[in-house]
């Protein structure tokens, strides 16, 4: 685990160096506000535009990482993910860019700064625990209702955090992508 915590630290680095916005999301941020799971990868959301793709791209393959310059670009130009990999450590970060909906854009500045690891110690942004049942919900129901993992990481969530998340916050989002049915089905089985 602690591998993991060293890379998401130096990758933190270099986008702060790199003057990239970046928040973790995923299973790692899920699991700070729900049941922790095992993964390996990293997801990161980052805010990436054609001028810092070559610079970042150059700064990850100094720090011995894999990445492909022509699949970041890909990446922009489509607002879908590209690999970063550290093969010396055995670890991958899937690095999204944020996407231009009023979703996205409301979803990664709410993104906050928290401790995730005492040692070593590290602070990273991470984004909220209502925005991670919200994409989680999307994730979802783009596998057709089918992950298993999606939907316990969304349970989670709902139940470790009872009573502390902006509910007017999730209930109009849902509403906005459509997400009404599987947020209360979630949340009835966070009362079983």
Known sequence: MSEAFVFMAALQAIFDRMGVPCCLGGSWASTLDGTPRQTLDVDFIVELDETRIAPLAA????????VSES???????????????ATDLGLKADCFVRGDSAFDREEFSRRAKRRISES??????????????????????????TSERQWRDVVGVLSLR??????????????ELGLQSLLARARAETLR
């Open 162 to 175: 009872a009573g502390a998340l902006d509910d007017s916050y999730l209930n109009r989002w849902a509403a």
């Open 59 to 66: 700064a990850l393959l100094e720090a011995g990482w894999y």
């Open 120 to 145: 070593p110690a590290l602070t990273l942004p991470v984004k909220s625990a209502e925005d991670s049942v919200l994409r989680k919900l999307l994730w979802f129901r783009e596998t057709n209702e």
């Open 71 to 85: 699949a970041m670009r890909e990446a922009v130009h489509e607002r879908r993910a590209f690999n970063i990999i």
